[in-house]
């Protein structure tokens, strides 16, 4: 390391920065790519750090740490972080072609219905457009749509740019869905080809822009929607959304082993409705059991990303389009959405950023 009679170069920073650890991709900073703009002024010290998502869970950790490690330099008297977000791209596998301006394509399903599976994926898209990121939601369930409803978009009326679809946006999250296409009391029946040409379309002539995360709004089980979905594009990876009960947790197994048969990276499971806190009170009560989803991702040796609460705020807001982290950011299940989307965001870089194995 320098003294003050030797000065401060550039390749000291560097070293000093390459001491700092990515808790997560479990490199140092410098080798993954996260510092440029190096620049020494005398005893002034510049640099930027970029991280792999504006989401990112031990954001404060990694800048504290890298403000440290260089204002301990002998010779520093000045530090200036310019601290920013550039979020990984997927991915790429051979014989599937990604989707234009799209970084990352994050599917959210469930064994079964009736877990808040669509819940989820509103408020984990809502969330993650909070923290910074550029979003979308694709509802792919063709005879059930429900994201418009819950993302206040359901009077959205489609319109044509450049032979391009132009998706609704609120909340910063642009949406395409089937529901903007029917009238709100047409029946939906169609046969697997029919399903198969809508979701393609909503994926390759819709103007998406460009996005950090493209989260996809599966339907329940494991059928057609998910078979389309990995033959026409790679996907980041999957979330499974399931409850504490038994049977959810059930069906929460077969949907990972959906993934795996696909070759899907898993980002892990969510527990949804884990439980009730009483507003008037603050007591708890687990309504439906507690703790299912964890013991069934430390089974299966898939991460956790997080308990999500039951809450009539939620159902309410889902109900008038006002997604509860978008309503009310210090509600106790806005802090659990946001705290998904950080883990998601996390599980999404380390698909991305650690290296392939070796065939």
Known sequence: MANKQDGVTAEHVRQALSTVIDPDLHRDIVSLGMI???????????????LTTPACPVREKIEAESR???????????VDMEATAAVASQRRVAGKEPI???KNIIAVTSGKGGVGKTTVAVNLAVALASLGAKVGILDSDITGPNVPLMLGVGDYQPKAKDNKIIPSENYGIKCISMAFFVSKDTPIIWRGPMLDKAIRQFLRDVDWGELDYLVVDMPPGTGDAQLTF??????AGGIIVTTPQDVALLDGRKGLAMFQQMNVPVLGFVENMSYFLCPHCQERSEIFGHGGGRQLAEELEVPFLGEIPIDVAVRQGGDQGLPIVALDKNHPVSQAFVDLAKRVAAQVSIAALTPAPVA
């Open 230 to 235: 990995v033959q026409a594009t790679s996907l």
């Open 68 to 78: 440290q490690v260089v204002a301990d330099i002998p010779g520093v008297a000045e």
């Open 36 to 50: 440029s703009d190096i620049r020494v002024e005398g005893a002034k010290v510049h640099f930027k750090l970029t």
């Open 100 to 102: 234009e301006g799209i």
